[in-house]
């Protein structure tokens, strides 16, 4: 029987969906410290050859740790409608972690707008709408996000509330725990650029 290793809230026991995965930089941490990880599901909506064009240094890298670790990778998987994706449909997850979601840029208006603020609204309830039917009994959603304006006026908490999920914990982020994970703009004017995370955390809902 293979050893059970553990990196903070996951182990290499569960099984484990990613989504929302940038240059794979968070799958490619957790499939190192793993070493061996069939039941890690890493997946992104930009296509492979999208990828390869938006991280030509770190994907391949990224790629290839997720490769010898045994990981399953998908791309072209949209979490506003994943749970009728073939490849998941039918599937079932102990952890459905979203790093930092983001519904993109709307030209001229501020990340304060309400109009943006909506925007990432829609896309995580339609979110939370999925995974909680993607969930085994006694499973979690994990959504790491900024716990200071103008993310706080996102609703997080309540938008998964109304998708039948319940807060459980909220524990600050700790990247050093993650070794090589590197948080990436995935648009907009910086893209491809890090951005402060010092104040971020993870929430983690289960099914109420």
Request: hydrophobic share 35%; glycine share 8%; proline share 1%.
């Given at each position: 029987m293979a050893e059970v290793r553990v990196v903070s809230h996951y182990n290499s026991d569960q099984h484990i969906l990613l989504v929302g995965e940038g240059d794979f930089s968070f799958a490619a941490s957790l499939a190192a410290e793993f070493k061996n990880a069939p039941r890690l599901v890493a997946t992104s909506l930009?296509?492979?050859?999208?990828?390869?064009?938006?991280?030509p240094v770190i994907f391949p890298k990224s790629l290839k740790q997720m490769k010898e670790a045994g990981v399953q990778i998908m791309h072209g998987v949209d979490i506003r409608t994943m749970v009728d994706d073939d490849r998941?449909?039918?599937?079932?997850?102990?952890?459905?972690?979203?790093?930092?979601?983001?519904?993109?840029?709307?030209?001229?208006?501020?990340?304060?707008?309400?109009?943006?603020?909506k925007r990432h609204r829609r896309l995580l309830s339609a979110f939370f709408n999925n995974a909680s039917k993607l969930l085994r009994p006694g499973g979690e959603v994990h959504v790491t996000h900024h716990v200071r304006f103008p993310y706080t006026k996102w609703n997080i908490e309540n938008l998964a509330k109304s998708?039948?999920?319940?807060?459980?914990?909220?524990p600050l982020f700790k990247r050093d725990l993650h070794d090589?994970?590197?948080?990436?703009?995935?648009?907009?004017?910086?893209?491809?650029?890090t951005f402060p995370i010092h104040n971020a955390a993870t929430?983690?809902?289960?099914?109420a």
């Open positions: 930009d296509s492979l050859e999208t990828l390869q064009q938006k991280y998941l449909s039918r599937r079932r997850f102990d952890r459905i972690v979203y790093n930092f979601p983001h519904a993109g840029f709307l030209e001229k208006h501020a990340e304060t707008s309400n109009a943006v603020i998708n039948r999920l319940q807060l459980e914990a909220c090589g994970y590197v948080n990436r703009r995935g648009a907009g004017a910086h893209w491809g650029r929430f983690i809902f289960c099914n």
